[in-house]
T-cell receptor
Framework: SQTIHQWPATLVQPVGSPLSLECTVE??????LYWYRQAAGRGLQLLFY??????ISSEVPQNLSASRPQDRQFILSSKKLLLSDSGFYLC???????????FGNGTRLTVT | GQNIDQPTEMTATEGAIVQINCTYQ??????LFWYQQHAGEAPTFLSY????GLEEKGRFSSFLSRSKGYSYLLLKELQMKDSASYLC??????????FGTGTRLQVFP
């Protein structure tokens, strides 16, 4: 069966510090991978998605970046965090555009 | 542009039936998904509709009308554990799943 791992679960970082969130998927190959952000009481905002190694599509301009160094690994990064980067970050995978998304447990990021 | 609308909040009583509506306008359509999200947790998949009509899965059913850009999630025999946010999401003509802002449902005894 397929599983998705996302870490860390919670993170408190000062403004201006770097960020690296990692997500890995097991039990499938060539998945579509996604990073979403959910601000408190808000909906899910798509940040990045990837349909293959090295292929990254960005949805919103921001100080975040994503990379897919391996087929089942998706990394979200920032060189300098802003207060507005606080939120609940969710990694997800799917087989294709008509298959359900399966989410990791999420990372709650607080930028202070 | 892409637009998905849902009511922000709904309340219902344990044992009752509740219908959560979703309307959408997207660039292309490859199906509509409903997810459940409990507070502080990740969303979990509930249902998928790509053809018009009703899909039933236990206490939950989901309906789709593509011509109207409309879907609803029907929850029967409500239980306290059904208190959660319900997210409507549409797969457009790319590889993206666009989410609505979600409907927070509170079930009271």
């Amino acid at each position: 069966s397929q599983t998705i791992h996302q870490w860390p679960a919670t993170l408190v970082q000062p403004v201006g510090s770097p960020l690296s969130l990692e997500c890995t998927v097991e039990g499938t190959s060539n998945p579509n991978l996604y990073w979403y952000r959910q601000a408190a009481g808000r909906g899910l905002q798509l940040l990045f998605y990837s349909v293959g190694i090295g292929q990254i599509s960005s949805e919103v301009p921001q100080n975040l970046s994503a990379s897919r160094p391996q087929d089942r690994q998706f990394i979200l990064s920032s060189k300098k965090l802003l207060l507005s980067d606080s939120g609940f970050y969710l990694c997800a995978w799917s087989r294709d555009r008509v298959s359900p998304l399966h989410f990791g447990n999420g990372t709650r990021l607080t930028v202070t | 542009g892409q637009n998905i609308d849902q009511p922000t909040e709904m309340t219902a009583t344990e044992g009752a039936i509740v219908q959560i509506n979703c309307t959408y306008q997207t660039s292309g359509f490859n199906g509509l998904f409903w997810y459940q999200q409990h507070a502080g947790e990740a969303p979990t998949f509930l249902s998928y509709n790509v053809l018009d009509g009703l899909e039933e899965k236990g206490r939950f059913s989901s309906f789709l009308s593509r011509s109207k850009g409309y879907s609803y999630l029907l929850l029967k025999e409500l239980q306290m554990k059904d208190s959660a946010s319900y997210l409507c999401a549409v797969s457009d003509n790319t590889d993206k799943l666009i989410f609505g802002t979600g409907t927070r449902l509170q079930v009271f005894p």
